[in-house]
């Protein structure tokens, strides 16, 4: 473990000495000279008119430089910014406050304390409205418009999507011998990193460049942003996203907070540092989920899938910020059919503005892929349940076989390979899962309220978009930059459009380029996070730096061993043709000794050596890899809990996770995504929800009441894995970053509600909470 591979395998990350030793340059550790600090206030109600901002008084602190409100920035144009879904948002209100916790005005002073104490010194005169919590009050036709902001709108529908074969769906229904029906609800949740979101803004008044340093796991697509929004040169803005505390969708948006410390800046001449804390981060930058789904599966009597048809109402907040490839509205949710041989599909989304915090980030998935597995996992339980089937075996019934791959789904998606029989007896085997079963009908027979569950999902996930042609991200093309540079001494350096927020990037790319060239990954330097040094391309969200980036690598790495190749033949005065590669030297053919390693050629590519001619000096490639299609890594898993039939109180016993993402760079790292992926799902199935009251009080807005699962909720992971290699993608990987996350909340949940079977409980919504569980089991599920 502890010695480097010259290529694939388990290493320690290279990023581990300094954070382990508290060395880490996060966005909170930036400290400029002069630096100002931002702070903002924000709105008490969920939805109220503004009827006068009063800021004399903050302004006379003492201490203060600058305060910002709405009318300021709609004197600069900057009152309202695009959104990823192209939609507009307040950057500060102007007319309405439309979620609580908007941000309304802002504070820049010489420390962050005298900038909240002058907060409180704001007047700011609301007239209150009522709010729209719920979305399906949101679309009746006596509901409070919410965007009267926009001319002409007299209701909150946002837009309505289908994808799949109405008619042919119909007909598969028409013929059915069962049709299972379910209401269900992904609640509303928070992706919740460590570190919270926030910037440091720094406009040079002499040169007019502005550097932001920030949290974003895009940043390149953030500058250009900032150039279009602010109508700034772009080659006079530099982004910077220093060491990042975990993503998860959270930092893919641009957040007023970031616009207010850049416009703090230009106002005052000054850097100016804006750090969210806990409760601004769970309250108003981003959410989650919020998917109202009915799910109809049509089947025969014995158990084989026909149709999959489903509606979705869909909670997309204040502002329509949904982050997700522009064709897109609801995300890859098109991929609903899961991991099944299903005739016919079809679903329709509706998307409505309600009085909560916009945002709609993928947390830890591509696009709303966890939605969808969620759902037509819940379904297969629901549909055994109705058959009295056994999980597994109508699950093994039905899935996609070898033999079908490449495979177009009745959604007109292409799953590249799978082989998903064999992992999912491989979890079966490792679970032991006859032996729990027989070990449950005992339990049943003896009565008892110490109840066991058996939860059983599988699902494929669809990561690293694009292709560019069919995914852009506010007109920006789904494609990714890298450039490898190897010095005089062949040591390297690697730069990449990607932005590791705690994956290990700067060890697992060093690994790829360790594997095609031979150099140690101790001797490479990944350079990322800083549009000034790195190349174009649109970040890391939904899995896909693997995917796209780490193919990007591997092509510019096998562009430098190609030119390596004719440096060798030059050196030994051979033909090309006549050389062969092993990892690390060219050789001439039949004779191994005579050859050069990397490092020779690396020196000689910078000397006086005579190249061929059309043969430029150095050691060094560029690229834009464009993927040709998304990957499908997949997986299957089993949950098995304990439940205390007189409390509800839920015990994750054991869980078994056999992942395939291809071929596996770092095995180790890959084993960490997954533990912490699964550990999101046991919080988001047990105790996560961003709840509100009837008034819109956000009711989650702290780690008291907003639960995040702990070492004490999970329990010692077990993992397997198969390797099924990506055939279009140069080394076979496939994104596996948030895999478990997508599939480990309906495992969760399918074993709760398998443990109350015998009560007859076929579906509660997450998260099953004590109580939850207790309300189900007495008859009276509970709404969230
Ligand atoms: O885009 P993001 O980095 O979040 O997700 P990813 O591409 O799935 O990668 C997560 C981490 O796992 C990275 O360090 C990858 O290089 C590593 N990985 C791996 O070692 N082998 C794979 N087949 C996939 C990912």
Known sequence: MTTTPMGYGSMHRKEDARFLRGRGNYVDDIAL????????????????????????????????????????????????????????????????????????????????????????????DYEALPPVVDARRALEPDAPVIRDDVEGRTDNHIFDWETGDKQATDDVFARADVVAVQDMLYPRVHPAPMETCGAVADMDPVTGKLTVYTTTQAPHAHRTIYALVAGLPEHKIRVVSPDIGGGFGNKVGIYPGYVCAVVGSIVTGKPVKWVEDRSENLMSTSFARDYHMRGELASTKDGKLLGIRVKVLADHGAFNGTAQPTKFPAGFFGVFTGSYDIEAAHCEVTGVYTNKAPGGVAYACSFRITEAVYLVERMMDVLAFDLDLDPAELRMKNLLRPEQFPYESK?????????????????????????????????????????LGIGVSFFTEAVGAGPRKHMDILGLGMADGAELRVHPTGKAVLRLSCQTQGQGHETTFAQIVAEELGI????????????????????TYGSRSTPVSGAATAVVARRVRDRAKIVASAMLEVSPDDLEWEKGRWFVKGDPEAGKSIQDIAMAAHSSLE???????????????????????????????????????????????????????????????????LADGVGMALMQVMAFDEDGNHLGGSFMDYLLPTSMECPSWRLGETVTPSPHHPIGAKGVGESATVGSPAAVVNAVLDALKPYGVRHADMPLTPAAVWSALHGSPLRT
Not at 53 to 70: F, L, N, W, Y
Not at 427 to 451: F, I, M, P, S, T
Request: hydrophobic residues 40%; glycine residues 10%.
């Open 520 to 539: 140690s990954p101790d001797d490479i330097d990944v350079v990322h996070g800083d549009t000034d040094q790195t190349p174009f391309g649109l970040g």
């Open 611 to 677: 190249l061929p001619e059309g043969v430029e000096g150095h050691l060094d490639a560029s690229c834009v890899y464009n993927p040709p299609n998304l990957t499908y890594p997949f997986g299957a898993y089993v949950c098995v809990v304990d439940v205390d039939a007189g409390t509800g109180q839920v015990r994750v016993r054991d869980f078994v996770a056999v992942d395939d993402c291809g071929v596996r760079i770092n095995p180790m790292i890959v084993e960490g995504q997954v533990h912490g992926g």
């Open 33 to 124: 000279p002069g630096m100002l600090h931002g702070a903002v206030l924000r709105s008490p109600f969920a939805h109220a008119r503004i009827v006068s901002v009063d800021t004399s008084a903050a302004e006379a602190h003492p201490k203060v430089r600058a305060v910002i409100t709405g009318e300021t920035l709609a004197g600069l144009d900057l009152a309202w910014m695009p959104t990823l879904s192209h939609d507009v948002q307040a950057v500060l209100a102007t007319d309405k406050v439309r979620f609580q916790g908007q941000e309304v005005a802002f504070v820049v002073a010489e420390d962050r304390y005298s900038a909240r104490d002058a907060l409180e010194l704001i007047d700011v």
């Open 411 to 451: 959604t007109g998606w292409e799953y590249d390979s799978g082989d998903y029989p064999r992992a999912l007896r491989k979890a079966l085997e490792l679970v032991h899962y006859d032996e729990l079963r027989a070990e449950q009908a005992k339990r049943r027979e003896a009565g008892g309220e110490n109840l």
